[in-house]
């Protein structure tokens, strides 16, 4: 199990809105891993956990917010205010929609993982709840992740002219900006 995440933020480098929206789902992707190996781990260091419970906790309750805020926010009023085919709507639909189910599954795995941050010992008495949990976010993430790859993100290089597209990768930037200064303040 990685002890150190590092929890880097959306892309601020060279690339596009669906470059930086790509590299946070890869990130997703490594601590709903971590989620899964963590909750499967009692025997680890305790060390080991504490820090892993500690930053999958930070990265989901803090972090992850800012990316859903990007679709919401940022992606899907522009796509639904274009004629979208049928198929691009649904998803760009189901994308918002998808949010409240993760993050309630999310909530749920929070107080585990609050628990364990503060003592590895409670691991094992968790396991039986992180351990279903964490799967079911790992099926979630699997399906959103997936259709927003295959079909929002496509649709927002394809149908969303270069303006629109420079705009939201500066409301995300924004958003770790803001983030990032008030962490610092």
């Not at 500690?54 to 803090?62: I, K």
């Not at 805020?69 to 899907?76: G, K």
């Not at 003592?119 to 396991?127: K, Q, T, Y």
């Amino acid at each position: 199990m990685p002890v150190t995440l590092g929890i880097r933020r959306c892309q601020t480098g060279p690339g596009d809105s669906v470059d930086a929206l790509l590299e946070c789902h890869d990130r997703i992707r490594r601590f709903v891993a971590t989620a899964r190996r963590l909750a499967g781990a009692p025997n680890v260091p305790a060390e080991q956990i504490t820090e892993a419970a500690a930053s999958v906790r930070r990265y989901f309750t803090e972090d992850l917010p800012l990316h859903s805020t990007d679709e919401d926010a940022s992606v899907a009023p522009r796509l639904l205010a274009l004629t979208l085919p049928v198929d691009v709507r649904e998803a760009v639909q189901a994308m918002t929609g998808q949010h409240d189910t993760l993050h309630e599954t999310i909530r749920q795995l929070s107080v585990g993982w609050a628990e364990v941050a503060h003592d590895a010992a409670a691991l094992p008495g968790l396991a039986s709840t992180l351990s279903p949990l964490s799967a079911t976010l790992d099926t979630l993430f699997g399906v959103h992740l997936a259709m927003e790859e295959n079909t929002v993100f496509p649709a927002i290089r394809a149908l969303l002219p270069a303006a629109e597209r420079d705009a939201i990768l500066v409301e995300i930037r924004a958003r770790r900006d803001t983030r990032r200064t008030a962490k610092i303040g």
